[in-house]
């Protein structure tokens, strides 16, 4: 029997292709460990799309364990040493962080006062996020590796290479900042703030760099913490103290990527394998912020839909630009339970192009939902009932699959879809009211449904449904379809019908069916 490893090699979801590249790329190296690593801002709240970049990253991981023996690490790393430029919209004490403006995040006090530092609140949501889905990771500190000294040997090759890294970066200025640009930005001893300056002189024996500040020529070190340096050089310098091996980002910063591989290069050091992802939109088209808070947070998605489900949306499509809004949730669920029902049925080749391989590393232990998210909306609409258990006895007369194994899997997704139509459905539902015409079809409808009687096969539903459509001369049957789910539900679509009879019950549908047309 050939194994697994071997047949991973054929696989064509875009994990195991990232993983390839990788692979190939250190073939000669004789590495003993493969780093990869998201980077991430705290200088707002953590934001969803950041999060995408370490699900799939970590897609990538669990692909490479399979492929290859070597050990291989996923590095977490927080810029938070970045001087605060701006005030979020979307923290309190706004005039607090405004006195602190330009200092190091870590720096800076919580604004909403439950940690150490503005910074340090950021990195444990998260971390939150992150232990939430189960990653491994290594999380890493920009404060503390500067601090600690970590990056000295690196900032010593900087300062080394001063002019060299200026020669790279200064033709992608304006020509009033190529005035005054220095990889280095000290952090000024008396306010705290990281300055933004020119370097006057350098020093490689003291390791020091000459500025002017208020008036006065100041010789700092660049070591442990006195200094930092400008994002796109830190970036190249990061890949090399930490010898990084691969790296996601967004497309609007693939000219810094190259630009920092440039700089990667004048400090002697290959930069990482890489892959570039289109960036999510909101429902306007408008790129997602996270000064702006514009799109969905995490606890908004994970307040109506398991934590797998938006795994799922990260996966699909990284190159494509997706709009990310509350709408795409339903679609998502559905399409996560699509694939999750395939699975178990497939050989071990499309399991590893499946998606639910990539979410849930390798192995289904949720088994089949039968039921979609679409559906248990139209049931917590048509039953108004507003508790949980209600509804998961409608779902259990219909799925003998649910399970030990699965029950709190249909319990979230339960509780997200009363959630959604909650607060978000039900502001958007419009009832069409019936012609007199349409009522005599909703009553001949229901007789029928009361001959077919309870508890038959929902196909059985579903072909009587479709005969009424034709019997009353509907020219496309989804015209009949869309006027049940207009004049029952308020909306233009929904799951297939018969398979609502069969779980909701034909003596309650013909109580909502009256109750809509009388």
């Known amino acids: 029997m050939t194994s697994i490893k071997v047949i991973s090699q054929d696989a064509k979801s875009w994990p195991f292709i990232e993983a390839k590249k990788i692979l190939k790329k250190i073939e000669t190296q004789n590495k003993s460990l493969i780093r990869l690593q998201t980077g991430y801002g ?6 969803i799309g950041t999060f995408g970049e370490v699900a799939r990253t970590t897609m990538i991981l669990n692909a490479l364990r399979l492929m290859s023996d070597t050990k291989v690490e996923l590095i977490a790393f927080s810029d938070d040493m970045d001087g605060l430029r701006k005030v979020p919209d979307n923290v309190p004490n706004q005039e607090m962080l405004e006195e602190n403006l330009h200092k190091p995040l870590t720096s800076i006090p919580d604004p909403f006062g439950t940690s150490s530092s503005f910074g340090d609140h950021n990195n444990e949501m998260l971390r939150e996020f992150l232990d939430k889905f189960g990653f491994e990771y290594s999380f890493k500190s920009a404060t503390d590796l500067y601090k600690s000294g970590f990056f000295n040997d690196q900032l010593k090759k900087v300062l080394f290479n001063h002019e060299k890294i200026k020669e790279i970066i200064l033709p992608t200025l304006g020509e009033e900042r190529q005035k005054t640009y220095s990889p280095f930005l000290p952090v ?65 910063l693939i000219p810094t990527f190259q630009l920092s591989s440039k700089v990667c290069r004048a ?30 947070s995490i606890e908004q998605w994970l307040a109506y839909a398991p934590k797998e489900t938006l795994s799922y949306f990260m996966y699909q499509n990284p190159r494509r630009a997706k709009k990310l809004f509350l709408d795409i949730i339903p679609k998502s669920t559905d399409e996560f339970l699509s694939h999750l029902n395939k699975f178990d049925e497939q050989s071990t080749l499309e399991k590893l192009d499946n998606p639910i391989w990539h979410i849930m590393n390798g192995k289904n232990d949720i088994g089949k939902i039968s039921v979609s998210y679409n559906l248990i ?5 048509a ?19 649910i399970n030990e194994s699965n029950i709190n899997f249909v319990n979230e997704i339960i509780s997200g879809a009363m ?25 001949d409808l229901a007789s029928r449904m009361s001959k077919i009687g309870e508890n038959a096969d929902p196909e059985v539903y579903q072909t009587e449904i479709y005969q009424v459509g034709k019997d009353y001369k509907f020219e496309n049957l989804r015209d009949w379809f869309k006027l049940i789910y207009q004049v029952l539900f308020g909306k233009d679509d929904g799951p297939r019908f018969g398979t609502f009879v069969a779980i909701y019950g034909v003596n309650e549908t013909i109580k909502l069916i009256n109750e809509k047309i009388n």
């Open 42 to 47: 705290p200088s707002g709240l953590p934001h």
């Open 188 to 252: 000024c001893q008396k306010s705290g703030h990281v300055l933004e300056i020119e370097v006057l002189d350098t020093d490689v024996e003291k390791n020091t760099i000459l500025y002017r500040h208020n008036g006065e020529e100041v010789e700092q070190s660049i070591l442990n913490g006195d200094c930092k340096l400008q994002w796109k050089v830190d970036w190249a310098m990061r890949w090399c103290a930490l010898d990084i091996d691969y790296e996601m980002y967004g497309k609007d």
């Open 267 to 296: 400090l002697d050091h290959n930069p990482p394998e890489n892959y570039f992802y289109e960036l999510f939109l909101d429902q306007n088209g408008e790129k997602i912020s996270k000064s702006k808070g514009n799109g969905l």
């Open 377 to 381: 909306l139209n049931l917590v609409s």
């Open 383 to 401: 039953s108004g009932k507003n508790d949980s258990a209600t509804i998961l006895d409608f779902v259990k007369k219909y799925d003998q699959k």
């Open 419 to 443: 959630n959604f139509e909650k607060d978000v459905t039900s502001e958007k539902i419009n009832f069409k009211v019936p012609s007199n015409d349409e009522k005599l079809i909703f009553k």
